[in-house]
């Protein structure tokens, strides 16, 4: 007690001297008590600065995220069926920061100093910290599918995170003509969104259905031999698209080795796939600053204690959302979200010296799979000789005998989920 | 270690470990989980419903109705069965003690007129107060989102559903669609 007493001195000390080094505006030394520093304004880090402040107004929260608005990939498939626009998936952050007093400042972090505990931003800026978020969600592992690097996704979209390259792909099936081909590939476990791939398939073929080009076909290549929710998937493209969409898993020649972007064209073990639409997504990892803070093991995620998310390689270091590998939780918004929570009140907790209280976690995602048709997969999480593990008896997926009232409920609940979860964060 | 010391030490693991048996995640954060979908405490966006506020007997009530498929529900059967019994009890003391806030709504004057009457006439001996009225059986109705009550009136309507009360079922029998939403409009514009 008495060196955790003080250690938070000294912290305390040098945040004070830092700030007034850098002049912050606003920062008052002695009004804070502590300063936990945010990187990344996503599902995971802005929910972490609200829930931070929430928790102890006390408790300084600068929030570090380089664009204006957040534009979320959950429920950006509607945008590729012709359902939704971008604008209605993007927010911006100044109800964080007139509500709840967290400091938004838009910049990059290029550099994270764990021992001094201070982050450099790409403007040149320093930012002492208590305690760090890192929510940077997910990077792509370029050029892991050959040839499939930046400059190819500007032919072949990813579209897996959502802005540009969600209208490039949008604008390419627009483009394509009746009996086209399109291909999807399919990324290795684990990646953003497990349900996304095929929620994505079926909202394609809607607005090519819808569009008088209902004889195109969907071709998903995966890296997988199964996939989240896969007999509600299977059971809602024969319904809704019969005939439209194919699935090839991996052990059927399905993973994709490589790509020319040019041609459009996509290379597995032992075929070549030439599509009118290209649609790669690449094989995945915690996001760039994650790997460059040393803060990633040898497959590219972040392992955490599960119960207050600090990094196992890093003290003072959280990581939360995409990036970490956080048990049995899927990596979605909702985790991120719910693991945001239990992160915050973690280090609530930690700055006053006292045991992180009991986590309790959910998730619940969605997929819409035509307007009126959504499924779902849903877990209670609880912590268990130190792992997140899913309540025993609970949660899973939707059922597959389900009427098309419910069918059409979770359709609607979905968008619900999405108002819900967005003003939960942003609001 | 002196004795003093290796008392306390017996005496603070004890403590600890009667406090892992017992452990529990605290009221807020088991509820803070929830918001994802019924909004920040519980105040939704529509047509989740809002929970901020109900009785606690109620939330208590249906909580476990989910989790024993007493009463049906898309995925509430799925999350509720993650909780034990002193679980749904802190989820429902959360909830309950949150302030209710109704939500300004956007609504047809003709339709919340209509609703009046059908209230008064059915439905104002058990919603008492235009609905505001709320007790262990009774859930506040005034300020819900009228997406929520056409919902939920459906589901009362709907033989596939099943729903766990044979009273509302019996009322709501005697309404055709319009008359729901109606209600369901006219209980949205109360506050």
Same mark, same amino acid.
């Given at each position: ?22 002049? $912050? ?28 402040? *929430? ?76 305690? *760090?978020?890192?929510? =940077?969600?997910?990077? $792509? ?71 008088? !080009?209902?004889?195109? !076909? ?18 809602? %493209? ?23 972007? /040019?041609? #459009? ?29 040393? *803060?990633?093991?040898?497959? #590219? ?10 990094? !196992? ?7 939360? #959302? ?32 006292? /045991? ?14 035509? =307007? ?27 059922? *597959? ?27 | ?98 302030? %209710? ?26 919603? !008492? ?15 819900? %989102? ?20 044979? $009273? ?24």
């Amino acid at each position: 007690m008495k060196r955790r007493s003080r250690r938070n001195f000294l912290t305390l000390l040098g945040g004070t001297a830092a700030a007034g080094l850098l002049g $912050f505006p606003g920062a008052c030394p002695g009004a804070f008590k502590a300063r936990v520093v945010v990187i990344g304004g996503g599902y995971g880090g802005a929910t972490a600065a609200k829930y931070l402040r *929430l928790a102890d107004p006390r408790i300084e929260v600068i929030l570090i995220e380089k664009n204006p608005q957040f534009i979320s990939c959950a429920l950006s498939n509607e945008v590729l069926a012709g359902e939704r626009t971008l604008a209605s998936l993007s927010f911006g952050y100044e109800p964080l920061a007139a509500y709840y007093g967290v400091s938004v400042v838009h910049d990059e972090v290029t550099r994270i100093d764990a021992i001094r505990r201070v982050a450099f931003t790409g403007s040149g800026q320093q930012y002492g910290f208590d305690r *760090l978020v890192l929510a =940077p969600g997910i990077t $792509f592992k370029w050029n892991e599918i050959e040839g499939y690097d930046e400059s190819a996704a500007q032919r072949l979209p990813h579209a897996w995170q959502a802005g540009e390259q969600t209208l490039l792909l949008r604008r390419q099936l627009e483009a394509m003509p009746d009996g086209g081909t399109v291909y999807i590939a399919a990324p290795p476990n684990p990646y953003k969104c497990p349900p996304g791939p095929y929620e994505r398939a079926a909202l394609m073929a809607h607005y090519l259905k819808q569009h008088g !080009k209902g004889r195109s !076909k969907i071709i998903i290549l995966d890296a997988k031999d199964n996939f989240a929710k896969q007999a509600l998937f299977e059971q809602g %493209w024969e319904r809704n698209y019969p005939g439209m969409i194919s699935w090839v898993p991996a052990s059927q020649d399905g993973r994709v080795l490589g790509v020319d972007a /040019e041609q #459009g064209t996509l290379y597995t073990e032992f075929g070549i796939h030439k599509g009118d639409v290209v649609n790669v997504i690449p094989p995945q990892k915690a996001g760039q600053i994650a790997e460059q803070a040393g *803060l990633t093991d040898g497959q #590219g995620w972040c392992p955490i204690d599960q119960q207050t998310f600090e990094s !196992k390689i890093r003290k003072h270091v959280h990581v939360i #959302g995409d990036a970490c590998s956080a048990g049995a939780m899927p990596k979605s918004g909702y985790s991120a979200n719910s693991q945001a929570k239990v992160c915050a009140a973690a280090i609530a907790a930690l700055i006053d010296g006292s /045991e992180p209280p009991l986590p309790s976690y959910i998730n619940t995602c969605y997929s819409i799979i035509a =307007p009126e048709y959504g499924i779902s997969v849903a877990a209670v999480y609880r912590l268990e000789n130190g792992k997140i593990v899913a309540v025993q008896g609970a949660g899973g997926t939707s059922a *597959l005998n389900a009427s098309a009232w419910e069918r059409k409920m979770e359709a609607t609940y979905a968008r619900s989920w999405f108002d819900n979860i967005t003003a939960d964060i942003f609001g | 270690m002196t004795s003093h010391r290796l008392l306390s030490l017996i005496l603070t693991l004890g403590l600890f470990n009667l406090a892992a048996v017992c452990a529990q995640p605290s009221h807020r954060m088991l509820g803070d989980a929830c918001a994802g979908c019924h909004g920040t405490r519980g105040h939704s966006a529509s047509p989740m419903p809002i929970i901020a506020g109900l009785p606690e007997a109620y939330l208590k009530q249906t909580l476990r109705d989910f989790k024993s498929g007493k009463r049906p529900s898309t995925i509430m059967g799925r999350l509720a069965s993650g909780y034990d019994d002193a679980e749904i009890d802190a989820l429902a003391s959360f909830f309950a003690s949150q302030v %209710w806030i109704s939500p300004p709504q956007e609504l047809d004057p003709k339709l919340v007129k209509r609703g009046k009457r059908i209230h008064r006439d059915g439905c104002s001996a058990c919603h !008492k107060d235009n609905g505001r009225f709320q007790d262990d059986k009774v859930p506040r109705l005034a300020g819900q %989102w009228r997406g929520y009550l056409e919902i939920l009136l459906e589901e009362y309507r709907l033989s596939e559903r099943r729903m766990p009360d044979l $009273f509302m079922t019996i009322a709501v029998s005697q309404l055709d669609e319009d008359d729901l939403k109606a209600l369901a409009s006219f209980y949205a514009s109360q506050r």
